[in-house]
């Protein structure tokens, strides 16, 4: 199949930052890339690494890409470049091919849709005031708390009055972002390994501590992230929960094809996508909700800012870019 590449760039500052024990992340940027054959049929991809610093790599290897090539061509191309360019392509290649098809409309903007993020330095003030919001009544809501971020010991008293105040229509998930090491985390597990609103603790180890990783994932559930994204392999090796980022995998279809074949403890979470790469977002969680292990997806969409880049159509966005 004959292509056109098209690139363009694109910028926005989230509507309120957000930290974890790494790094803080402000803004975004990244490319809107368009693939269109000779019938005019499009596809649609978006590179955004989750790291700044990668953006160069990107923007190299972009330019490398020739305004008139083939399907076969770009594919083979890429298969040395940084894994957001490889899921771009790949995605748009998918949408041209049809082998995903997106619906006009998802449904994910209830407050019981999508995990909420708690700020991490008024954890427990914003859990009281959602269990004072009359709105919710009852609804089963899901947190997500970052830590390692403020001393150790602050956050464990933290978490004891989190666990005081869960009611059972609160699940929790904690996220240290590989920060801790084995005392700390075998401390966290002894603490929330009998507590039943727990849906996991996310990567408590550092990325290369699988072993350590497997041991506590005997007591409680414990989610890879940034252990998956370094070492993809154990995407067919990890058997308990994985959060998966379709942006930041080298081919989404993978995972497409995963939740089609209901292969169950997949969970998906923005890396803060435009309305372009929040598109599998949105079909690959609807296809989680439909799994064996239903888990509402983390998509921080009140970080968005309000702006075109997150419109519903891609078309229009890539018009006004
Ligand atoms: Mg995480």
Same mark, same amino acid.
């Given at each position: 199949? &004959?292509?056109?590449?098209?690139? &363009? ?5 989230? /509507? ?27 596809? =649609? ?12 790599? %990107? ?11 083939? /399907? &076969? ?5 890429? +298969?040395?470049?940084?894994? %957001? $360019? ?41 859990? +009281? ?9 009852? +609804? ?17 008293? $933290? ?23 084995? #005392? ?58 994985? $959060? ?12 497409? *094809?995963?939740? +089609?074949? *209901? ?8 890396? =803060? ?39 519903? #159509? ?8």
């Amino acid at each position: 199949m &004959k292509l056109t590449f098209k690139k &363009k760039s694109f910028s926005f500052k989230l /509507s309120s930052r957000v930290d974890n024990s790494r790094r803080t992340y402000k803004y975004k940027s990244g490319w809107i890339i368009k693939l269109e054959n000779i019938e005019k049929e499009v596809g =649609f991809g978006e590179v955004n690494p989750l790291r700044k610093k990668d953006l160069d790599k %990107c923007q190299i290897q972009l330019n490398q890409i020739p305004k008139y090539i083939n /399907s &076969k061509n770009i594919s083979d191309l890429i +298969k040395s470049f940084h894994p %957001c $360019i490889q899921s771009a392509i790949n995605s748009a290649l998918a949408e041209i091919e049809r082998k995903i098809v997106f619906k006009e409309n998802y449904y994910f903007n209830e407050i019981d849709q999508t995990a909420i993020l708690l700020n991490p330095y008024s954890a427990l003030q914003e859990l +009281k005031l959602l269990l004072n919001n009359k709105l919710l009544n009852g +609804k089963l809501i899901t947190i997500k708390w970052k830590v390692a971020i403020q001393d150790n010991t602050s956050e464990e008293k $933290i978490l004891i009055e989190i666990l005081n105040h869960l009611t059972s229509n609160i699940k929790l998930r904690i996220d240290a972002n590989g920060s801790w090491k084995r #005392e700390i985390a075998n401390r966290w597990v002894d603490i929330l390994k009998d507590i039943e609103n727990i849906d996991w603790l996310e990567q408590p180890l550092s990325t290369d501590d699988i072993e350590g990783l497997r041991e506590l994932n005997k007591s409680i559930p414990i989610a890879l992230d940034e252990s998956l994204l370094k070492y993809p392999y154990l995407i067919n090796e990890w058997d308990g929960w994985q $959060i998966r980022r379709p942006s930041q995998e080298k081919n989404p279809m993978h995972l497409l *094809k995963e939740l +089609k074949d *209901k292969k169950g403890f997949r969970s998906l979470s923005t890396s =803060f996508e435009t309305g372009i790469g929040r598109r599998w977002l949105f079909h690959l969680s609807s296809l989680q909700l439909l799994g064996p292990t239903p888990k509402v997806p983390g998509l921080a969409l009140k970080k968005n800012p309000d702006s075109f880049l997150f419109l519903n #159509e891609a078309q229009d966005i890539w018009n006004q870019l």
